[in-house]
């Protein structure tokens, strides 16, 4: 069974608690990391934490969402090991995964609809990753970040 993680913040919690509700009922397990409202909050630390659970193989894939995705996104890819791609559309979500490898799916409360949304999760839990070409491009992705991390440590 496959797990995802799911985390809004208040422009994205409609969204969010449809999504739960859809996820569920296609047989997935779905971890909510909040917001439990549509009562305003800060995003980065959920974000964070839909892309921890995702790291730490809690969760297979993770779904933020906010008003345009965007900030989400960006949180989220704050995370070692996650990549966070802002899918708006299908043609997103099918890039995304098939030639990037993306872990976390961002999208916008404000932007896509309910049914929209379905489709983009559908795309994005069921296409796969190409590989070949493309997995220089991730194994290079994941070496910048690694250097990236390297350095911020030596500099404290």
């Known amino acids: 069974m496959r797990k995802i993680a799911i985390g809004a913040d208040h422009a994205g919690f409609e969204l969010k608690q449809h999504l739960i509700k859809y996820l569920s009922s296609k047989g997935l397990q779905v971890a909510n990391h909040g917001t439990d409202s ?3 909050v800060d995003y980065p630390e959920i974000c964070a934490n839909v892309a921890r659970a995702v790291r730490d193989g ?9 008003g345009s995705g965007q900030g989400e996104q960006i949180a989220a890819n704050k ?3 996650v990549r966070a791609a802002l899918c708006n559309d299908l043609y997103l979500a099918e890039m995304a995964r098939s030639h990037n490898n993306a872990n976390v799916l ?17 795309k994005f839990l069921s296409t796969e990753f190409e590989g070949e070409r493309h997995e220089r491009r991730v194994v290079q992705i994941s070496e910048i970040e690694k ?3 390297n350095l911020n440590r030596e500099s404290k």
């Open 38 to 40: 549509t009562e305003s």
């Open 58 to 66: 809690k969760a297979d894939f993770g779904i933020v969402l906010g």
């Open 79 to 81: 995370i070692n090991g």
């Open 106 to 122: 961002s999208m916008g409360g404000r932007v896509v609809s309910t049914l929209q949304a379905e489709q983009i999760v559908d």
């Open 147 to 149: 250097s990236e991390s």
